[in-house]
């Protein structure tokens, strides 16, 4: 399984921007999918998670500016930014935990390669 994520850019305060995250290969069923964001000299952290039934969870931080969907007929999920903040600046990094296999129950985590995502003040 493979994400690709996309959409990352320069932009300034207040601004919006639309991430994008596409699963690729084959799969049984994609679980959750979330976003993560590691800024400069911090620890990455959770951003924001979407279940399979469309069930989304926010960090305080960005809870009412960003908003996490999916599509599941496309293996996709989007994270949409609006009033951006220069502390949202970092790499956004997409997550999906998947079950590869009908048959079995574990579960594998898979990463996409981060995009920057820059807000000037």
């Known amino acids: 399984v493979q994400l690709q994520a996309s959409g990352g850019g320069l932009v300034q305060a207040g601004d919006s921007l639309r991430l994008s995250c596409a699963a690729s290969?084959?799969?049984?069923?994609?679980?959750?999918m979330g976003w993560y964001r590691r800024a400069p000299g911090k620890q990455r952290e959770l951003v924001t998670t979407?279940?399979?039934?469309?069930?989304?969870g926010y960090a305080d931080s960005v809870k009412g500016r960003f908003t996490i969907s999916r599509d599941n007929e496309k293996n996709t999920v989007y994270l949409q930014m609006n009033s951006l903040k220069p502390e949202d600046t970092a790499v956004y990094y997409c997550?999906?935990?998947?079950?590869?296999?009908?048959?079995?129950?574990?579960?594998?985590?898979?990463w996409g390669q981060g995009t920057e995502v820059t807000v000037s003040s």
């Open positions: 290969g084959t799969t049984f069923r994609i679980n959750i």
């Open positions: 979407i279940t399979s039934d469309g069930t989304t």
């Open positions: 997550n999906a935990d998947v079950s590869r296999y009908s048959w079995s129950y574990v579960r594998n985590q898979y």
